[in-house]
């Protein structure tokens, strides 16, 4: 009776995996695989690449449950007059877990059949709903990634026009687009490409496979024996748009055709070009849904892009200025589709935002409220540089000041580059906005820091290096700078509601403010300006500055280790931060460099040589730690002698890493 029962259950697992491998070749229309373009994927406009920087857009998207009851929704209306599958389901929907992700891949139900459709159909929207499963199915497979080289087989039906098109691409590339399943038994395997649906169109082949993990990471593989519903079975699992090149096709008894394939490096010339248009497309650290509509445009996928851009709106909030361009980019969409009537009406809303949210004044000063209690991510995510030293438009040279603009344009004054780079969100490389290339006047030399004055629209930049402060507009870079200060070895900038302009002035140790109208050639000095010392009326080079809505001028007081604040009109400023010397601990500071006030007079400070970001709240004798802190490093808990910071409209929070070369987000929670 045993024997039978389990001859029984055999035979029920026999039959579901012939059922799949049917599945996976009964429609020649759906290619298991997706070729490269030819030897190289400099052909970025090809299926192939767009299909690896799709998977890697859904991967990095965070999940929500908004989608996932969609995804339930569109599932149980698939599957109303199947009781057996509703049940299924709902089930699912109940006892889900992430552990459990292979075990509901290879269980008998509604999971494998619609995630493989999906993915080999290419059905974008179903894949995206799909993704908070893609993300656990992925992870549960790193988690458990062989750790040895290994051969595998598959044995399956192929249609004749796909045998013939993976002929061609011996020595080339070509990407699974589902999940691929495979054996570690070749007799198994070769069962399975004997016993499949029998056609004059299929043929039966069997594939051999060899990996080593030690040599991929994007795409990881795993003996899922332990974890299947099947635990019995010695199966393999390849993560989809696992890469493989074909090594030989050929014959050794007829009619199976054999396929010999290798799992491609990470460091294979041809993946390393497809990770690098992925990083340029998606740029690095989390996905959004403005991330995937934009690629859905560029594959020509109208419809879903402007959905997908509709859905981002609906994130955002009312005065964000992110609103603008997507407004741009879905009247850009309905042109192209040739609905004009609907690309007006997207354009009227630019305008209406526009005229909603009148032009201020930006500067190092404008913050949003943030709560005396917020966290930011222990991890920082690189926005600009991190590729080392260099000139390049992905790297920066030392970078000091920055300021983030309205629409989360990073702005950086790339210090020992001589320019100032404009980084956009999501993009790898930047775009120099201001210096490089031009004659001797118009060359920058060691900017130190930048503000943008919005009513006058233009850029206001601390040229260190060739001691003048100088004006070039935002519109017409490429002309002409002005200086407007000259003969001041100034550093840091700001400036306030009314349009004067503050600067340091590290040479006469003192702060000088320029009121919008008068005399720009001296300025009147504010703050400091009695030589150099650490009482309170003097400095020791003085670094940046920042001026609240009450005109109270708060600096870095570098050398002396401490923030100053003075009150307008004051003849010496108060201690506001930090000891009487330097220090490690949460009361002291080691060489200030940028610093932020918020609403509420809270302090943030860029404590460059203990290598973290500090709070101070107003009134306290010592900080807290918001960012870094774990010594001097590389890795995205930490920083090396970061100089500059500023807020974007939601809070998050930028940091120029100077040393590393980079500017870190940390993300608001």
């Avoid at 009312?318 to 354009?347: C, F, H, P, R």
């Avoid at 004051?570 to 490690?584: D, H, L, Y």
Wanted: hydrophobic fraction near 35%; aromatic fraction near 10%.
């Amino acid at each position: 009776m045993v024997t039978t029962l389990q001859y029984f259950v055999s035979t029920i697992r026999l039959n579901f995996r012939i059922h799949k491998q049917e599945e996976e070749s009964s429609s020649s229309s759906n290619n298991m695989f997706t070729a490269s373009a030819g030897n190289s994927t400099l052909e970025v406009g090809g299926e192939f690449v767009f299909l690896q920087t799709l998977i890697d857009c859904l991967l990095r998207m965070k999940p929500n449950k908004q989608d996932i009851n969609e995804l339930i929704c569109e599932l149980e209306k698939k599957y109303e007059n199947n009781t057996t599958m509703l049940n299924c389901l709902h089930n699912f929907h109940d006892t889900y877990s992430r552990d459990k992700t292979i075990y509901w891949y290879s269980k008998e139900s509604f999971f494998y059949e619609t995630i493989n459709t999906a993915l080999r159909q290419q059905d974008i929207h179903t894949m995206f709903l799909w993704r908070s499963f893609l993300f656990d199915m992925y992870h549960q497979l790193r988690e458990l990634q062989s750790e040895q080289k290994i051969k595998v087989y598959r044995g399956q039906n192929i249609s004749k026009k796909e045998l013939e098109t993976l002929k061609k691409r011996i020595g080339k590339l070509i990407s699974v687009n589902s999940f691929l399943s495979t054996s570690n038994d070749r007799t198994m395997a070769a069962f399975f490409a004997d016993s499949g649906a029998k056609s004059d169109d299929l043929v039966p082949v069997l594939f051999e496979i060899e990996a080593d993990p030690l040599m991929v990471d994007t795409k990881p593989f795993a003996d899922i024996s332990k974890y299947s519903n099947y635990p019995g079975e010695q199966e393999i699992l390849f993560m989809f748009g696992s890469i493989f090149r074909v090594v030989k096709i050929h014959q050794e008894i007829e009619p199976v055709w054999i396929i010999e394939m290798k799992l491609c490096d990470d460091d294979d010339e041809d993946v390393q070009e497809v990770l690098e248009y992925m990083q340029k497309q998606n740029g690095k650290g989390e996905t959004n849904l403005q991330t995937l509509a934009k690629l859905m445009w560029q594959m020509g996928h109208h419809d879903l892009a402007k959905k997908y851009y509709v859905h981002f709106l609906k994130d955002l909030q009312s005065n964000d200025a992110l609103q603008l361009s997507v407004y741009e980019d879905i009247a850009a969409i309905e042109s192209q589709k040739g609905d004009y009537n609907s690309s007006m009406k997207w354009k009227q809303k630019v305008l209406e935002f526009e005229r909603l949210n009148t032009a201020f004044h930006s500067n190092n000063s404008r913050v949003p409220t943030i709560h005396s209690s917020a966290r930011w991510a222990r991890k920082a995510i690189t926005v600009a540089g991190g590729h080392g030293l260099g000139k390049g438009l992905n790297q920066l040279y030392l970078p000091e000041g920055l300021i983030v603009d309205d629409d989360r344009t990073v702005y950086i004054a790339d210090w020992w580059n001589n320019r100032v780079m404009a980084c956009k969100q999501n993009e790898i490389e930047g775009c120099i906005v201001v210096g490089e290339n031009r004659d001797e006047l118009e060359e920058l030399f060691r900017p130190s820091d930048l503000i943008i004055d919005k009513e006058q629209d233009c850029f206001i930049i601390s040229d260190n290096g060739k001691r003048r402060v100088v004006r070039c507009s935002r519109e017409n870079t490429v002309t002409s700078v002005e200086t407007i200060l000259d003969n001041i070895l100034c550093w840091g900038l700001t400036i306030d509601d009314e349009g004067s302009l503050y600067v340091t002035d590290i040479e006469k140790h003192a702060v000088r403010r320029y009121r919008r109208g008068e005399n720009m050639t001296t300025g009147t000095i504010v703050a400091g300006g009695n030589k150099r010392g650490k009482l309170n009326n003097q400095f020791n080079t003085p670094l940046y500055v920042f001026v609240d809505s009450e005109h109270a001028i708060y600096v870095s007081d570098h050398e002396n280790h401490r923030v100053m604040k003075w009150v307008e009109g004051a003849t010496e400023g108060i201690r506001v931060a930090g000891g009487q010397s330097a220090g490690q601990d949460l009361a002291h500071l080691w060489y200030p460099n940028g610093i932020i006030v918020d609403k509420e007079g809270t302090i943030y400070i860029a404590d460059s040589q203990n290598h973290r970001v500090m709070r101070w709240h107003q009134g306290e004798p010592q900080g807290e730690l918001v960012a870094g802190g774990h010594g001097q490093g590389e890795n995205d808990v930490q920083l090396n002698e970061p100089k500059s910071l500023s807020f974007d409209n939601n809070g998050n929070m930028y940091v120029t890493d100077k040393n590393n070369h980079r500017v870190q987000l940390f993300s608001i929670h």
